[in-house]
Every structure is written in structure tokens, then in C-alpha cells.
Nanobody
Framework: QVQLVESGGGLVQPGGSLRLSCAASGSIFSIAAMGWYRQVPGSQRELVASTTSGDSTRYADSVKGRFTISRDSAQNTVYLQMNSLKPEDTAIYYC???????????????WGQGTQVTVSS
């Protein structure tokens, strides 16, 4: 039905940058919000950044001023530009989309498969 495919993770040195992408495809009527969570093994998944169809954005305090979320609504794609990366940013990053499959009020949250980001020298 609906797939979210992420790309852009990898290994980067402290202070470096990475850009994550997440493209949604399938039987999509509309997307209310898209964003990114991250998870370290043994810890809960935490919200990193989100953006709504009205272009409002939200960031975790730990990434404010370093990460920027953006969205291409025509392409159903969300991006996460990560600058000044720190070792504590190391995690698996998951994108999500709150997606409507028809004109009704119901939205479902779909997740990407996750992409590993490792910040290490």
C-alpha cells in the first residue's frame, strides 16, 4: 500500500554533516505530517524533528540549531539536514508519515525501515 524509503545514512566524523531523505509512495491521498525519530539500542525511540502540511516544524532540544527538516510535498519526500554532528547523534533514524488513504478523516502512521547514522572519529 504505502512505503517509506529512507536514504543518506552512514559514517561521519564529529563536526561533519549528513542529509537524510525519505520518500513516501503508494496509495496516498494526503500527508498530514512527516518527520524523523531516532533510536539507540536499549533506549526508547525519540522524536528528532517533524513538519506538518502547514509547514510548521518542531525539533528536539538536543538538535535545535544543528538539524533542519524540510519537505517537498509534490514529491512526498522529507529531508533532514544534519550539521555539526556529535557522537551522541549516533542512532538508527526512522522517518514517518501520517498518511490519509482517502478523503475521510482517518490517518495512519507509516514508518521507514531505518537508516544507521554513526558519528565517530
Amino acid at each position: 500500500q504505502v512505503q517509506l524509503v529512507e536514504s543518506g545514512g552512514g559514517l561521519v566524523q564529529p563536526g561533519g554533516s549528513l542529509r537524510l531523505s525519505c520518500a513516501a509512495s503508494g496509495s496516498i491521498f494526503s500527508i498530514a505530517a512527516m518527520g524523523w525519530y531516532r533510536q539507540v539500542p536499549g533506549s526508547q525511540r525519540e522524536l528528532v524533528a517533524s513538519t506538518t502540511s502547514g509547514d510548521s516544524t518542531r525539533y528536539a532540544d538536543s538538535v535545535k540549531g544543528r538539524f533542519t527538516i524540510s519537505r517537498d510535498s509534490a514529491q512526498n519526500t522529507v529531508y533532514l539536514q544534519m550539521n555539526s554532528l556529535k557522537p551522541e547523534d549516533t542512532a538508527i533514524y526512522y522517518c514517518y508519515g501520517d498518511i490519509a488513504l482517502d478523503a475521510g478523516p482517518t490517518r495512519f502512521r507509516y514508518w521507514g525501515q531505518g537508516t544507521q547514522v554513526t558519528v565517530s572519529s
